[in-house]
Structure formats: structure tokens, C-alpha cells
């Protein structure tokens, strides 16, 4: 990776690491403090003021971000595109505001519960101050994850401090929602080094709509099998125990793919910036480089997350979870393929221009995802909801790879499988046999852990895998030059 890169990568990945250390401190906490139900609810009604941040959204953040990497080397160009999609982001979020409002009002989300909507109200809210984008566009992640980190901590004390026993389920929703607010403000004191005033139009405001909704429909498609589980849980089953059983299984899930999210994040803008200058071996190369970065780390995590699931889960999360142990063992494949599926609709799809082919893939995964919830739910609860997800990203992962067939070798990306997954099994076998006789304890889990992360590295270092070994040179590189200096 080049040196801007690198950095970028880093200061991504330092706040990534934050972001799963934090989840270990608090959900513990909070899964005992507000209960399989209270985790549930908060689960549920998250999914559903979600799709009016999305909509409120309409694919800016991810349209603007490529908008701003590709001009910003014109100040005035990218200055005129910041302003016209800010103001294009107030307007939406006004009319979305005023129809999340109205459904309260007609009950339309049910009677129970509220509060906690006007609570998340001020969510869409906070969406309409959300810049980020065009710092990830400028390619200037320090900034987000100084940021970032300040909120999350500030969060995770705020919690242990205000958030005592199940009943101050809506304080910890006010406070998460406020500390959102507080985030996304923080950043225009940041962003008036970059940009120069420009008066805009009001048609170049709405200009941006057909451009951004190229990007708003895979972002509503991903959200459909994403979150509609949630809300097919609740509406099925009528149980908050099983929305908080799948929402704690999702948590530790996703925790798992933060640092593949982190390098897609930044090499969006990075290729980008390359499809603009037409460099396509370049970007061939980054994509390579990609799917080796996440086949040894992702065999890692998800045979990892086989080993450590019976005993995780129960002094993890406490008494009443154990139905996570089974969607936890069924979604830990999701690592891999979702990381998958973002590597070529990060790294090609969407920098290319080919973002209605992914829209397509999406649409498809979407329907398959909520046909088979409806069966699925209902038979199996959350547990359906789980098999459904891992067959929905499945056949999303493969209409990717035939749209890029074209572009890259699909036999050069399975090859770089076979040793990462033969250390995999090798650690599962040898970790489970070495620890079964133990007791359900932190410490146990510890030792899973430790052992199968050497067991791992040491028969890819025999089987001499290329990622690793490049990245052992470029650490003996990195020692030398500072010895010589």
C-alpha cells in the first residue's frame, strides 16, 4: 500500500480496534443491565428509524465521497459539490422528518414504544450534519477517527455512569442519539481549511438527486436484508427475547468484518481517484492485494469464532443468551462473504461507474432475503432469520464475482483460499482437543485464543503464505531502516 494509504489505513484501523474493544466493555454490561428483551427492543426500533435515515441520506454519503476524491484537486470545483449535497442533504432530511413525525402520530409503528421513536427522531436529524464523506473524499481519516474516538469514549462512559438497571433503556438510547448529534457537529469546525464559500443554485442542488440514486438503491437493498430481519422478527415471532438474541449475535458478528469495512472505506476513494486517471492494473493489483488481506485474516476470525462460541457466549453475555451460541456458529461464514462481496463493490463496482450492476445483485439479494424470512421466521425465529442472511449474501457474493469475471481471475482469488482454510481447520482441531476439558471461564476463552493465533500464524508461515510473508518483510524493512538511522 502506498505510504497515504497506509496512514489512512491506520488511523481507520486504530479507531476499528477501538470500536471492538469498546462492544467487549459494554455489551456485557448492557446485556445484563437491560436483558435479552430490553436489547430486543432497542434492536427493533433501531431498524426501523434506520430506513428513514436512509432515505434521508438518498446515497449522498457514498456519492459524495466519490464526487468530492474525484475533483479534489479543484478547490472550487469540490467546494461548489460540498455545498450543493449539504443543501440537497437538509432538504431531504426535512421532508423525511416530517414523515417519521406523521407515522408516530398514526401510530403507525405500533403504541408501545413511543418515546423511544421521538427519542430516535433526533437521529435523522443528526444525518443532516453528517460530513464525513468529504473527508473520506479528501482522503483525511485522522480528523474522523480523532473524532470518532472522543464520541465512543465519551459514550462508554456515559453508559457505565447513567445506564444502572432496565428501566434506563431510554436514557442509553437519548444518550447514544445525542453523542451522534454531538459527532457529526464536531466536524464543521474541521472543514473550513478545505473549502472556499460558493454560491449554488437551487437546480444544482437538486442536480445531485439522479446522481445520488444510483447509490441510494443498493444502500435501501442492503438495508431490506440487513435490517428487515429485525423488523420480520419482531412482527413474526412478537418476541423482543429473539430480536435480542439475533442483535447480539450481529454485534459480534460485525466486529469481525470492522477492519475489512475500514480498508474498503479508504481504497473507495483511492480507486477512485485511479479509474479517473484510467490506471485498471493498478486497481487489479489492489484488489488482489485485497482478497489475500481478507482470506487470512477472515479464516482466522471465522474458525476462531467456531473454537470460542460455547464458552464466549455464556460468561460473555450471562445467563438467558444461550440461543447466540447457534447464530453465532450459523453467521460466522458472513465474515468472509460479505467481505467479499464489499471488496468488489468498493474496490470496482462503484469507483468504476458499474454501480447499476451492483444495484441489480442487490435488488435480487433483497427479495430472496425477505421471501425466505417470511418462512423462515416463522418456523425457525431468529435462527431463520440467520440461515436466510448467509443465503442472501451467498447469492449476492456470486452475481459480484460473475459481473468481475471479466476484470480479474477468479481461479488466481480461489487459489489464495486453500491456505488460509487448511490453517483454519488445522487450528480448530488442534485448539478444540487441547481446551475441551476446561470450565467456561474469560480465562479459558483467553487461552482458545492466544493458541489458536499461533497455531494459525505458524502453518501459514510454513506453507509459506505470500500476504503473511510480505508483510514480514516489509516489518524487517521497517526495523532495519530505523537501526540504520
Known sequence: MEKSIKKNFFYNLLFQIFGVIVPLVTTPYLSRVL?????????????????????????????????????????????????????????????????????????????????????????????????????????DFKKITIRNFFV?????????????????????????????????????????????????????IISHFKGSLVYFIPTISISIYSLVDRIMIGIITKSNFENGYYEQADKLIKIGLTIFFSLNMIMR???????????????????????????????????????????????????????????????????LIIGSSNIVGSHYMTPCGYQKKSNIALIIGSFISFTLNLYFIKNLGAVGAMITAVISEIVICVIYFANIKHFIEIKI????????????????LCVKNFTKALPVSVYTTFIQIIFGMIIYFIVLLIS??????????????????????
Request: with cysteine.
Open 35 to 139: 436483558e435479552p428483551d430490553g436489547i430486543g427492543i432497542k434492536s427493533y426500533t433501531n431498524s426501523v428509524v434506520t430506513y428513514f435515515i436512509i432515505l434521508a441520506a438518498f446515497g449522498l454519503n457514498t456519492y459524495g465521497q466519490r464526487e468530492i476524491s474525484m475533483y479534489r484537486d479543484d478547490k472550487e470545483k469540490y467546494s461548489k459539490i460540498f455545498f450543493e449535497i449539504v443543501y440537497n442533504r437538509f432538504l431531504n432530511t426535512f421532508i423525511v422528518l416530517l414523515a417519521y413525525i406523521l407515522c408516530i402520530k398514526i401510530n403507525l409503528f405500533g403504541k408501545e414504544n413511543i418515546i423511544i421513536y421521538y427519542i430516535l427522531s433526533i437521529n435523522i436529524i443528526a444525518g443532516a450534519f453528517d460530513i464525513s464523506w468529504f473527508f473520506r473524499g479528501m482522503e
Open 152 to 204: 465512543t469514549l465519551s459514550s462508554t462512559a456515559l453508559i457505565f455512569v447513567f445506564v444502572r438497571e432496565k428501566k434506563d433503556l431510554n436514557l442509553a438510547i437519548l444518550l447514544n442519539s445525542l453523542l451522534m448529534l454531538f459527532s457529526y457537529l464536531s466536524l464543521w469546525g474541521l472543514i473550513r481549511k478545505y473549502i472556499v464559500f460558493t454560491k449554488v443554485s437551487f437546480k444544482g
Open 269 to 335: 476513494s483511492r480507486v477512485s481517484h485511479l479509474f479517473q486517471k484510467g490506471d485498471f492494473p493498478q486497481i487489479k493489483r489492489r484488489i488482489y492485494k485485497s482478497f489475500n488481506f481478507l482470506f487470512v485474516l477472515g479464516f482466522g476470525i471465522v474458525f476462531g469464532f467456531f473454537i470460542i462460541t460455547n464458552q464466549f457466549v455464556g460468561w460473555f453475555f450471562g445467563d438467558g443468551y444461550e440461543d447466540v451460541k447457534i447464530l453465532l456458529l450459523i453467521g460466522a461464514p458472513l465474515t
Open 413 to 428: 482469488i480461489l487459489k489464495m483460499i486453500i491456505k488460509p482454510l487448511i490453517a483454519g481447520t488445522i487450528m480448530l
Open 464 to 485: 509459506r503464505e505470500k500476504f503473511v510473508l510480505t508483510e514480514i518483510d516489509n516489518f524487517k524493512k521497517i526495523i532495519f531502516n530505523k537501526k540504520n538511522k
